[in-house]
Nanobody
Framework: QVQLVESGGGLVQPGGSLRLSCAASGSFQSIYAMGWYRQAPGKQRELVAIIESAGKTVYVDSVEGRFTISRDNAKNTVYLQMNSLKSEDTAVYYC?????????WGQGTQVTVSS
């Protein structure tokens, strides 16, 4: 069984920063791409950023230059550093990991950007 545990969400003012973490654990041999998605109320879940095992990254246009995705392969952990946060970044953020045991999702962590 493979599990993802997310942390780091919360309430922040516009222009502020947050760092999300997502750690994978369980019986897997390899982790391939890891990514962050988000779902705002009344909207579909959307991709935020992906990082491949070799480090290549892809971002949705709306977060390019403000968010940075990174990973620590030794810790099986992916991070999302979010700077210059805007109200439209408010959403539940989900971590997703592709492993040799299949794709798995985290439970989600709430990010609220509000003054």
């Amino acid at each position: 069984q493979v599990q993802l545990v997310e942390s780091g969400g919360g309430l922040v003012q516009p222009g502020g920063s947050l760092r999300l973490s997502c750690a994978a654990s369980g019986s897997f041999q390899s982790i391939y791409a890891m990514g962050w998605y988000r779902q705002a109320p009344g909207k579909q879940r959307e991709l935020v950023a992906i990082i491949e095992s070799a480090g290549k990254t892809v971002y949705v246009d709306s977060v390019e230059g403000r968010f940075t995705i990174s990973r620590d392969n030794a810790k099986n952990t992916v991070y999302l550093q979010m700077n210059s946060l805007k109200s439209e970044d408010t959403a539940v953020y989900y971590c997703k990991s592709n492993t040799d045991r299949g794709s798995i999702w985290g439970q989600g962590t709430q990010v609220t950007v509000s003054s």
